[in-house]
C-alpha cells in the first residue's frame, strides 16, 4: 500500500473562460495547444465540449494546476485583448504579442522551425524547474519553443529566424553538456 503516500496530492480545479472561441482559442489546432499545455504543466485538462459552458477542468499536482491554471487564463485574456484591439481598430498586422507560453506568436516571413531531438532523460533537464530554462533560453534567442509531451520522441521544436534558431539549438546542447 506504499504507493498511497504520495506526497502531492492530486486535485482538480474547473477553470471558466469567456466563450467557446476562447475554448478554441486555447486548445489550438487539433489540439495542438491544450496537448502542449498537458506536458508542459504535467496535468490532465479536460477541454469543454462545443455548447457546453467554456470551463477547462484540470487535474495534477496542486503547483502544477496552479500553473496550467495561470496559462489558460492568461491565454484567455490575451485572446480578449486581441479581439477587443482588433474591434477598435487599434492594433495593426502584427496583433499583440504574447509573452505567455501558450500563444505562439503568429508567422512571420523568414521564420523556420527546427526539431532539436534529445535523449529522454534529459527533456526534464532542458525545461528546468517549472520551465524557467527553457523560458530562459527563448528569451535570450527570441525563439518559440516546444517542448516534447512524454508520449512523444524527445523532439523540442523551435521556431525564429534561422540565426536564432541556432542559437536556441546550440544553448540546449551546451545546458546538456553541462550538466551531463
Known amino acids: 500500500m506504499r504507493f498511497l503516500a504520495k506526497k502531492s496530492q492530486n486535485m482538480t480545479e474547473?477553470?471558466?473562460?469567456?466563450?467557446?472561441?476562447?475554448?478554441?482559442?486555447?486548445?489550438?489546432?487539433?489540439?495542438?495547444?491544450?496537448?502542449?499545455?498537458?506536458?508542459?504543466?504535467?496535468?490532465?485538462?479536460?477541454?469543454?465540449?462545443?455548447?457546453?459552458?467554456?470551463?477547462?477542468?484540470?487535474t495534477g499536482r496542486k503547483e502544477d494546476v496552479a500553473a496550467a491554471k495561470r496559462e489558460i487564463l492568461s491565454a484567455a485574456e490575451h485572446f480578449s485583448q486581441i479581439r477587443a484591439s482588433r474591434r477598435s481598430g487599434l492594433?495593426?498586422?502584427?496583433?499583440?504579442?504574447?509573452?505567455t507560453g501558450l500563444v505562439p506568436?503568429?508567422?512571420v516571413p523568414g521564420q523556420v522551425t527546427i526539431q532539436v531531438r534529445v535523449p529522454y532523460r534529459v527533456v526534464?533537464?532542458?525545461?528546468?524547474p517549472k520551465g524557467a530554462t527553457?523560458?530562459?533560453?527563448?528569451?535570450?534567442?527570441?525563439?518559440?519553443?516546444v517542448t516534447p509531451s512524454r508520449e512523444k520522441e524527445p523532439i523540442f521544436e523551435v521556431t525564429g529566424m534561422p540565426d536564432n534558431v541556432e542559437q536556441a539549438k546550440r544553448e540546449i546542447e551546451a545546458h546538456i553538456a553541462l550538466r551531463t
Open 14 to 58: 474547473c477553470v471558466p473562460v469567456p466563450s467557446s472561441e476562447h475554448v478554441a482559442e486555447i486548445v489550438g489546432r487539433q489540439g495542438c495547444k491544450i496537448k502542449a499545455l498537458r506536458a508542459k504543466t504535467n496535468t490532465y485538462i479536460k477541454t469543454p465540449v462545443r455548447g457546453e459552458e467554456p470551463v477547462f477542468v484540470v
Open 124 to 128: 526534464g533537464l532542458v525545461v528546468g
Open 105 to 107: 506568436p503568429p508567422p
Open 91 to 99: 492594433v495593426g498586422q502584427c496583433g499583440i504579442v504574447g509573452t
Open 134 to 145: 527553457i523560458k530562459r533560453i527563448q528569451q535570450q534567442t527570441s525563439t518559440y519553443i
